[in-house]
């Protein structure tokens, strides 16, 4: 079956500007968290959204916001964009977030601030 | 909260064994994954650990010891494909409403040289 998918690939964006990324996870998995990815901090956690609820938050400024969809694909949004947000942006999915259960990433979103 | 800890950088010579640590100190424990990524791709899911022991998959295998907050990755007969950046992480305690945060150590790169 299909992997999780992200959209865009890559992107360019500018300070202050905001930018919206997608994640459609694999079928049947109903939650779905993100991350970021830097060379120096590694892989951080942003939030997890299961059933349309926003279920855990890292600990990131309120710039960073996301949704999930009835069909559980996802979106995260940051406004006000600053030179810190370039960063490789990663979903991943699982069946319901259950402690046992591996989480399954896609290939990333790469932001680019200018 | 989570501290996790593993070597910055490994070099092994194909065809060999390498072992790649992690430690942790955690409020709370719920099982521990390695993660497999290589240069610009997502990370894959390797192994997963719950209980003291050695789980073996192959070529890779994964040890735990709770008491110690420690746990290892072996690869065995070492190919160049290997190269890559291994990710230990850990599931916290439960966070409430069914969600149990994974945070990642920084990552280890393995170079395999032949």
């Known amino acids: 079956k299909a992997g999780v998918t992200q959209t865009p690939r890559y992107l360019i964006k500018t300070r202050g500007q905001q930018v919206t990324l997608s994640c459609s996870p694999i079928?049947?998995?109903?939650?779905v968290s993100w991350y970021q990815q830097t060379p120096g901090q590694g892989l951080q956690f942003l939030f997890e959204y299961f059933s349309e609820t926003q279920r855990n938050k890292g600990n990131f400024p309120g710039r960073f916001s996301g949704r999930q969809f009835s069909n559980s694909r996802s979106e995260m949004n940051v406004s006000t964009l600053e030179l810190g947000d370039s960063a490789l942006y990663l979903c991943a999915s699982s069946y319901t977030g259950g402690s046992n259960q591996p989480q399954h990433f896609g290939d990333g979103t790469r932001l680019s601030i200018l | 909260g989570q501290n996790i800890d593993q070597p910055t950088e490994m070099t092994a010579t194909e065809g060999a064994i390498v072992q790649i640590n992690c430690t942790y100190q955690?409020?709370?424990?719920?099982?521990l994954f390695w993660y497999q990524q290589h240069a610009g791709e997502a990370p894959t899911f390797l192994s997963y650990?719950?209980?003291?022991g050695l789980e073996e998959k192959g070529r890779f295998s994964s040890f735990l010891s709770r008491s110690k907050g420690y746990s290892y990755l072996l690869l065995k007969e070492l190919q160049m494909k290997d190269s890559a950046s291994y990710l230990c992480a850990v599931r916290d305690e439960y966070s409430g409403a069914g969600s149990y945060q994974l945070t990642f150590g920084k990552g280890t790169k393995l170079s395999v040289i032949p």
């Open positions: 079928s049947g998995h109903r939650s």
């Open positions: 955690t409020s709370g424990f719920n099982g």
């Open positions: 650990n719950v209980l003291d």
